[in-house]
């Protein structure tokens, strides 16, 4: 059984700084594309940003310059940096990934996602 573990929420001011955490455990041959995703009361969920095993990147325009994800590929492990938030980043943030778990299956995961607030 895979999961996806994220910790890291919380209450923050503007302009302050929050790291995200999300774990890979259970049983799988790899992990590919991890990302963000967040989803505010009332909206769609949304991708935040991507990195591919190779560590290519890719950010939604409304956190360029603020936010940062990078993985840790031994530990399974994927991070957002998120820096200088705004009110406007208050949602609840969801870790993706997408897992190889045999040589020729790939399953879409989701962990339970964990609250950000940003306000004063």
């Known amino acids: 059984q895979v999961q996806l573990v994220e910790s890291g929420g919380g209450l923050v001011q503007p302009g302050g700084s929050l790291r995200l955490s999300c774990a890979a455990s259970g049983s799988f041959f790899s992990i590919n594309t991890m990302a963000w995703y967040r989803q505010a009361p009332g909206k769609q969920r949304d991708l935040v940003a991507q990195?591919?095993?190779?560590?290519?990147?890719n950010y939604a325009d409304s956190v360029k310059d603020r936010f940062t994800i990078s993985r840790d590929n031994a530990k399974n492990m994927v991070y957002l940096q998120m820096n200088s938030l705004k009110p406007d980043d208050t949602a609840v943030y969801y870790c993706?990934?997408?897992?190889?778990?045999?040589?020729?299956?790939?399953?879409?995961?989701w962990g339970q996602g964990t609250q950000v607030t940003v306000s004063s």
């Open positions: 993706h990934a997408i897992i190889r778990v045999r040589y020729v299956e790939v399953i879409n995961y």
């Open positions: 990195i591919t095993s190779g560590g290519s990147t």
